[in-house]
T-cell receptor, first 108, second 114 residues
Framework: TQLLEQSPQFLSIQEGENLTVYCNSS?????LQWYRQEPGEGPVLLVT?????EVKKLKRLTFQFGDARKDSSLHITAAQPGDTGLYLC????????FGTGTRLKVLA | DAGVIQSPRHEVTEMGQEVTLRCKPI?????LFWYRQTMMRGLELLIY????????DSGMPEDRFSAKMPNASFSTLKIQPSEPRDSAVYFC????????????FGNGTRLTVT
């Protein structure tokens, strides 16, 4: 079973700060997905990365897939209260096991 | 387009009662997943179906849990008998089978067993 560990578990920052959260595994993934979950809702897909070393940008969010395809990071520039939520990573293949999640709170 | 629809949104029941959670996937999707989410254990995969057939139920905690998908537009997750430790938010998600397909989640059923 592929296990995904995310860090940090919790993060509370002020509006305008930058942050990076991580998703790590001992296994190699053919692809990896990031989701964001807001209170009272299901997770929503943010991005899929498939190539080692790949970088994808979604407005102020930058996603990177590690060269060895064992890890990924999500960097948020100038965080806003609307970024508050639970960030989850998962392999994008058949079984969709999710990581432990990073709970982010951005204070106005 | 309607997303994944789950019912009920909230369920409160007493220990020992049977609980049935329902899910209608997105039309055309051929994979369906049931997850359970708690603060302690995060988002756990319970079971998933491809083309209405259960493929992997290794995440189902015990025999008290069962899931069915009688057709492409409906699935149920049943707990009988329910226990307080089953209290959690249960999510259903659907996707098109294939690598990198996005999961589309419902808004979940919050189950409280007293």
């Amino acid at each position: 079973t592929q296990l995904l560990e995310q860090s940090p578990q919790f993060l509370s920052i002020q509006e305008g700060e930058n942050l990076t959260v991580y998703c790590n595994s001992s296994s190699v993934f053919s692809s990896l997905q990031w989701y964001r979950q807001e209170p009272g809702e299901g997770p929503v897909l943010l991005v899929t990365v498939v190539t080692g070393g790949e970088v994808k940008k979604l407005k102020r969010l930058t996603f990177q897939f590690g060269d060895a395809r064992k890890d990924s990071s999500l960097h948020i520039t100038a965080a806003q209260p609307g970024d508050t939520g639970l960030y989850l990573c998962t392999s994008g293949t058949y079984k969709y096991i999710f990581g432990t999640g990073t709970r982010l709170k951005v204070l106005a | 387009d309607a997303g994944v629809i789950q019912s009920p949104r909230h369920e409160v029941t007493e220990m020992g009662q049977e609980v049935t959670l329902r899910c209608k996937p997105i039309s055309g999707h051929n994979s369906l997943f049931w997850y359970r989410q708690t603060m302690m254990r995060g988002l756990e995969l319970l079971i998933y179906f491809n083309n209405n057939v259960p493929i992997d139920d290794s995440g189902m905690p015990e025999d008290r849990f069962s899931a069915k998908m009688p057709n492409a537009s409906f699935s149920t997750l049943k707990i009988q008998p329910s226990e307080p430790r089953d209290s959690a938010v249960y999510f259903c998600a659907s996707s098109l089978m294939g690598n990198n397909s996005p999961l589309h989640f419902g808004n979940g059923t919050r189950l409280t067993v007293t």
